[in-house]
């Protein structure tokens, strides 16, 4: 079975930082990719940033040049450390893993339980 556990939520003023955590555990044999999305109520879950286990990043305009995304592959663990934030950015933020579980190749996706960032003065 597995688990990731998303950490590093809260509350901060614009052009404040944060840093987000997201530890995948369990019967894990590869992670080929992970990243972040992010969901608004009443809007659909948007990409913000990706990273695959080569190194390989991808951002979502919106975030590019102010949010950066790594990967320890070691702990299985990636981390978004988000500056100059703006209240745009406020929404709840979901880590996600594709992983293979069975050493087969065949990667299947897997979701954190989110973590809330609000961005407000």
């Known amino acids: 079975q597995v688990q990731l556990v998303e950490s590093g939520g809260g509350l901060v003023q614009p052009g404040g930082s944060l840093r987000l955590s997201c530890a995948a555990s369990?019967?894990?044999?590869?992670?080929?990719?992970m990243g972040w999305y992010r969901q608004v109520p009443g809007k659909q879950r948007e990409l913000v940033a990706t990273v695959t286990s080569g190194g390989s990043t991808y951002y979502a305009s919106s975030v590019k040049g102010r949010f950066t995304i790594s990967l320890d592959n070691a702990k299985n663990t990636v981390y978004l450390q988000m500056d100059s934030l703006k209240p745009g950015d406020t929404a709840v933020y979901y880590c996600?893993?594709?992983?293979?579980?069975?050493?087969?190749?065949?990667?299947?996706?897997?979701w954190g339980q989110g973590t809330q960032v609000t961005v407000s003065s």
């Open positions: 996600y893993a594709d992983l293979d579980y069975t050493g087969s190749h065949y990667y299947s996706r897997y």
């Open positions: 369990g019967s894990i044999f590869s992670i080929n990719a």
